[in-house]
Nanobody, 113 residues
Framework: VQLVESGGGLVQPGGSLRLSCAAS????????MSWYRQAQGKERELVAS????????TVLDSVKGRFTIARDNAKNTVYLQMSSLKPEDTAVYFCSVPLLNSWGQGTQVTVSS
């Protein structure tokens, strides 16, 4: 299984980014997929997840209403749409298949003016 995240970068507060997680040797709609993040010096935390049937859940209270997880089965890719970004959203964001304990390499998101 290979998960490759992309789409991170430097963005100003209030801006938006869309992170992508492209999967290989795995069909994204066959597994529960999740986005996690880890800020420097802090523990990794679950942000959002999507089930095989397409039910989405934003877990982290601080991002509810701002972040949305989505999936494109044709592209075998999972997304994290992030809007109204805040400096406290700065972190490395990881895509994961929890059942397989598979993780991508992460993509850095920095929110700063």
């Amino acid at each position: 299984v290979q998960l490759v995240e992309s789409g991170g970068g430097l963005v100003q507060p209030g801006g938006s980014l869309r992170l992508s997680c492209a999967a290989s040797r795995l069909t994204v709609n066959a597994y529960h997929m999740s986005w996690y993040r880890q800020a420097q010096g802090k523990e990794r935390e679950l942000v959002a997840s999507i089930t095989p049937s397409g039910v989405t859940r934003t877990v982290l209270d601080s991002v509810k209403g701002r972040f949305t997880i989505a999936r494109d089965n044709a592209k075998n890719t999972v997304y994290l749409q992030m809007s109204s970004l805040k400096p406290e959203d700065t972190a490395v964001y990881f895509c994961s298949v929890p059942l397989l304990n598979s993780w991508g390499q992460g993509t850095q998101v920095t929110v700063s003016s």
